[in-house]
């Protein structure tokens, strides 16, 4: 034991991989058929009768993830009617402009916050096991998180509508409209919705760690299912583009709370700060909306044509593209609000630029089409409309792009003809292909052929009725948002045309909705593979198995189904990995990042109900503030602190009963890594990515001001104190040299000394807050934005700090419990990695606060 | 396993290349967004903030512009000879093998090279074509 301690063993990999062909060839061990998977089945057994819903499986929580985004878009979809009647014709009053100003707000907040991404997030969670053959998502307890802290946000901010009380300033909340509004309505927007974006980030993080290492072993990047790479980008982007927002939310409550006046220009504020922030993250967010759902697509053409796909590279290529240039288009947004001709013109250059990588995938799809032999399934009749429909609000967006032609359909209802468009050719459709794709993998039944037709044409029909008119009412002039209109002005015919069409999609959709959910008891189990795909998502099992695969495959082809010899087989008869739950835990396989190597047994969790208990304090700790009771907000927040590290503590990183396991195939795996090679490393990186994202936004806040008013700093304005800033800045820096210290004496078996460092540098840490508070005390912060502004670094940072302070007494506390020793140190790590993220950001503060603030 | 000392070595340096590549993938646009934010900046600076001299600013950018498409050749021809389309189904590359994995990060690091370059021709068509602030 002692040589243990003094120079900790870390199991690597042990046996043959990959494996060869004589191998698979092999007969599985005797007794492994029905013992050993009655040992998986229970292991993996939903849990039945009320605690059903303390389920944290990715089959369970994706299926009530997308049924509430479902509602939520059913929801959304009757305000678009309601609205719809409104207008109908010249001056009527069916319901007062008060309330269609909610409608409008909420249809779109709606659509974008509680449709749109949950909805990408929940086919995620539920296709990526499946597509990458692992036995669910690395951290289940975070999907579950995730999806009970939506159902809360969203169930608050739709509700609102019921009490009269919706945000009413329009989905992208412009100051000083919204600013100013009385009433709790924006209040419930930002609060609301900042704590669905925070399940959004949990939602990316996990999605984006899946698919970097829990890929079936050999599945190189360049054999990932196509839907896996959109992940990945989508991810990606959410970590670049929910931040903005997320700091743009903090300012405009501190604002809204407290009088900091970020976006009154009577105090030195700005709301065209809010714009470039909202819209840094909302347009992104369509291409966010809009690759998922051509991911879609790109599973179903392959299937449809009976050939692998075309241009595989040329799609990874477009999805990588789109999501880069997608963050260059912002301000074609905001062509009218004076900004630089040449400014324009950089942002209509991309804009149109970012035509071609979308262009690309549309061709490799038809190229597919064209070089295969086509069966027209009813899932390809959705992608066919989804291809007409993108298409035609693709080339009204080319024309939108050119600043000039903008100038004249800003805000009118060309625009909203152009945005429906492409939502509907770009996500609605590509997703009712989805639903009628995937539903036998989700409930191994088929929906009716039928049906689906007359869906298809209901909807199709209806939608080009309502909006294929109303790019010409907006170009007769109708401006966006007004509840009604005057006679006279030849908007009446292409009004009522759009009425009508509204009621054609939603009779669509009530035939959907009935089709859905039709009681389908007596229907027969739908075939194993009902449209003979090639990908390993169809290995499922029908009937329905809980383990998501029977034995985690060995891949060495993009489309096993079609081109691994004896693969279905293989699966069945347990021939590949872990097709046993010994120890009777919950396991999957975690690989390397580039070639899928086998590198680690993850134990995954069980269910559970800390992660309602986290998600009911969490969303008190959001949604008290809105009505300004900060101490319930307080405790709540507490709370939930505590039941997440209860739920961290108890489960995540223990120290596992045996260091090695035997996965099958003669290969060995170890089943404790930490740092890089673990998942949970992995999970705080892209977290902190996205941290450091929204820091930076207010950093960008701080050299907007600078940039766009001559007085920021005011000449005479009061600083934040040197020396305080100056003493926060080393005592930050040196909780960090403490921390990294506590980690390298940690791992060579010091572990007194570790502990020394971690005491103190949780005092340094509190030194730093302390220090950078008192640095602020005297600055005024209702007074001008530049204090304002100081304040709200000070209480970024000194937040930041004290997660940063948890994390250093947790690691202590585990420490002296043994649950982190030299050899079991994954939880030192993770914390490092936060810590290296924190003490950037403290010192880039501090640097503003003190010599730049000064010098500027 | 024949050499187990002599496979990990060839791992690592493999690793290290591919790592290396991974990197190189998301090279190109990155460039593109650090030449768009630089653009934006600086016009913002010469235009709203009125620091810099905009004709100055504008054959400034212009040059950075001709520099970044050097790199994007330089760097476009390094992933043409990852990709090595001569050597046989530039298509493909669907094979379970290191070889075939090596030359797919190749042709997408070559493919988004493309893009990016095109997406900064596009950038800087309105440094060519608008003059001044206004």
Request: aromatic share 14%; glycine share 8%; proline share 7%.
């Amino acid at each position: 034991m002692t040589s243990r301690s003094l120079s900790p063993l870390r199991p690597k990999p042990e046996g043959p991989f990959p494996p060869t062909e004589a191998m698979l060839d092999e007969q599985a061990p005797q007794g492994l058929d029905s013992d050993s998977a009655n040992r998986l089945r229970e292991v993996w057994k939903t849990p039945t009768g009320w605690r059903y819903w303390s389920a944290v499986n990715n089959s369970e929580v994706g299926k009530w993830y997308s049924l509430t985004a479902f509602f939520f878009m059913l929801c959304a979809g009757i305000l678009a009617l309601a609205m719809r009647v409104q207008l109908a014709a010249p001056d009527i009053e069916v319901m007062s402009a008060d309330r269609y100003n909610q409608f409008f707000t909420m249809h779109g907040s709606a659509m974008m916050f509680l449709f749109a991404v949950p909805m990408f997030e929940a086919i995620s969670i539920i296709l990526l096991p499946g597509l990458l053959g692992a036995r669910d998502m690395p951290f289940p307890r975070l999907s579950a998180f995730g999806y009970w802290s939506f159902l809360i946000g969203g169930v608050f901010v739709l509700g609102s509508l019921l009490f009269d009380a919706a945000p009413r300033a329009g989905w992208f909340m412009y100051p000083p409209l919204a600013t100013e509004d009385a009433g709790p309505g924006s209040d419930i927007w930002l609060l609301g919705l900042s704590f669905i974006e925070v399940a959004s980030i949990a939602a990316a993080v996990e999605l984006i760690v899946g698919t970097l290492k829990c890929r079936p072993p050999g599945m190189r990047v360049n054999l990932m299912p196509l839907y896996a790479w959109y992940v990945l980008v989508v991810g990606g982007m959410i970590l670049f583009a929910f931040p903005p927002l997320i700091a743009g939310d903090f300012l405009f409550e501190l604002e809204r709370s407290f009088d900091w006046p970020f976006f009154d220009p009577t105090r030195g504020g700005d709301p065209m700060l809010w714009q470039h922030l909202f819209w840094i993250f909302g347009h992104p967010e369509v291409y966010i909306i809009f690759l998922p759902s051509i991911a879609i697509a790109a599973m179903i053409v392959p299937t449809v044509a009976q050939r692998p796909i075309v241009g595989y590279s040329w799609i990874v290529l477009s999805a990588v593209g789109t999501g880069f240039l997608s963050f260059g288009l912002w301000v074609h947004h905001m062509y009218t609000t004076g900004l630089p001709t040449l400014s324009l013109g950089f942002f209509s250059a991309a804009s149109e630029a970012v035509v071609i990588p979308t262009g690309v995938q549309l061709f490799a799809f038809l190229a597919t089409l064209m070089a295969g032999r086509i069966r027209m399934i009813l899932p390809m009749l959705w992608i066919a409309g989804a291809l007409a429909i993108f298409t035609m609000g693709g080339l009204t967006g080319v024309m939108l792009a050119l600043a000039p032609f903008d100038f004249q359909v800003h805000d009118t209802y060309f625009v909203v003809a152009h945005l429906h468009y492409t939502l509907f050719g770009g996500m609605v459709f590509p997703v009712m292909a989805g639903v009628y794709y995937y539903y036998p993998f989700i409930a191994k039944k088929t929906l009716s052929e039928r049906l689906g037709r007359w869906a298809f044409w209901l909807i199709f029909t209806g939608f080009n009725v309502t909006f294929l008119p109303m790019h010409l009412t907006g170009l007769l002039g109708m401006p966006r948002r007004v509840y009604t209109y005057p006679e006279g002005l030849g908007w009446e015919v292409t009004n009522l045309i759009s009425t009508v069409g509204a009621f054609v999609i939603a009779a669509g959709f009530a035939v959907f909705v009935w089709d859905l959910l039709r009681p389908k008891g007596s229907q027969p189990l739908c075939p194993r593979n009902p449209w003979k795909a090639g990908t390993l998502e169809w290995a499922h099992d029908v009937p329905e198995e809980p383990w998501g695969m029977r034995s985690i495959p060995y891949i060495s082809t993009r489309y096993p189904l079609w081109e691994q010899p004896k693969f279905l087989d293989r699966v069945e008869e347990g021939r590949f990995y872990l097709p046993d739950a010994e120890e009777g835990l919950r396991e999957t396989i975690v690989t390397s990042v580039i070639d899928a190597r086998p590198i680690l047994v993850q134990r995954v969790n069980t269910p559970t109900w800390i992660t309602h208990i986290a998600a009911v304090f969490t969303g008190g700790a959001f949604i008290f503030p809105t009505f300004h009771l900060y101490t319930p907000a307080i405790v709540s927040g507490v709370l939930a602190v505590c039941a997440i590290l209860y739920w961290l503590w108890t489960t995540t990183a223990r120290p596992p009963e045996a260091d090695m396991k035997d996965v099958g195939l003669g290969l060995r795996l170890p089943t404790y890594v930490s740092g890089p090679e673990s998942c949970g490393w992995w999970a705080m990186w892209i977290t902190m990515l996205g941290d450091a994202t929204a820091f930076s936004s207010i950093v960008f806040g701080f050299f907007f001001y600078w940039t766009s008013n001559t007085a920021f700093p005011p000449p005479d304005a009061l600083h934040a104190g040197a020396g305080a800033v100056a003493v926060a800045a080393a005592a930050f820096a040196a909780g960090w040299l403490l921390t990294i210290a506590a980690r390298f004496t940690n791992r060579r078996g010091r572990v007194g000394a570790a502990r020394a460092a971690l005491a103190a540098g949780a005092l340094s840490t509190c030194i730093g807050a302390a220090a950078l508070i008192v640095s602020v005390l005297p600055l005024d912060p209702t007074s001008h934005v530049y204090p304002a502004l100081m304040w709200a670094l000070m209480v970024w940072i000194v937040a930041h700090a004290g997660v940063g302070l948890v994390m250093q007494l947790y690691c202590l506390a585990g420490s002296l419990t043994g649950k982190m020793t030299p050899r079991y140190e994954a939880d030192i790590w993770n914390v490092s990695l936060y810590w290296h993220f924190f003490a950037v950001s403290a010192l880039v503060a501090c640097a503003l606060m003190g010599p730049v603030a000064r010098l500027l | 396993m024949t050499d187990q000392g002599h496979q990990t070595n060839q791992d690592r340096k493999e690793f290290s290349d591919e790592a290396g590549s991974l990197w190189r993938i998301a090279l190109a646009p990155s460039v593109w967004a650090g030449h768009f934010v630089l653009c934006y900046a600086s016009v913002s600076l010469a235009c709203v903030r009125g620091l810099l001299p905009i004709e100055a600013t504008r054959l400034s950018l212009i040059a950075v512009s001709v520099i970044v498409l050097v790199v994007f050749v330089w760097q476009g021809w390094r992933a043409w000879r990852q990709w090595a389309p001569e050597r046989g189904h530039p298509s493909a590359l669907s094979e379970g093998k290191a070889e075939d994995r090596h030359r797919f990060l190749g042709h997408a690091t070559f493919l988004l090279t493309l893009i990016s370059g095109i997406a900064t021709v596009y950038t800087t068509l309105p440094l060519l074509l608008l003059e001044g602030c206004r």
